[in-house]
């Protein structure tokens, strides 16, 4: 079943499901335009604007993914890393975007960025386990202790 382009923001997907759907539905709309292109100019235009769009949605994805792991991190107090190396070129971890002009984070930098925040929530929690593991420990031996306390009165 196909879902018209401008239904999908009634959909209750995720917005990552959401930017696959559209996705997909650009392919589509532009794969019906190739079926009815009539010469190999015609052919070329579709192409080169289906090219213009997957971009233009690859980049607002990218953008999406950077802002939302940015603010894990920023949560987290996690460094950032930078755009620009003290030289001024420009970093393998960010990229700027050749349509939305904004600054995306490229594979590596939220690789480098997830595994980041990864290591600090088990850091965290490894942090606790020994308590927990403690503290379960002797809720388990008054519980015991009770029982053989209740079970010698009887």
Known sequence: MKIPFKYIKYLHLSRLAKYEHQ??????????????????????????????????HDEEVDAYLTNKWLARARRQ??????RHDEDGNESPFWYQGRY???W???NQGLTMLRSEIRRERKESYERWTPIATMIIGI????????????GHGK
């Open 104 to 106: 995306c984070l490229t």
């Open 23 to 56: 996705r997909a539905w650009l392919v589509r709309e532009h794969q019906a335009d190739l079926r009815l292109a009539k010469d190999e100019t015609a052919r070329q235009q579709v192409l080169g604007d289906m090219y213009v769009d997957l971009d233009l």
């Open 100 to 102: 939305t002009g904004e």
């Open 77 to 82: 107090m996690i460094p950032i890393p930078a």
């Open 139 to 150: 809720i388990g031996a008054i519980t015991g202790l009770i029982s053989v306390i209740q």
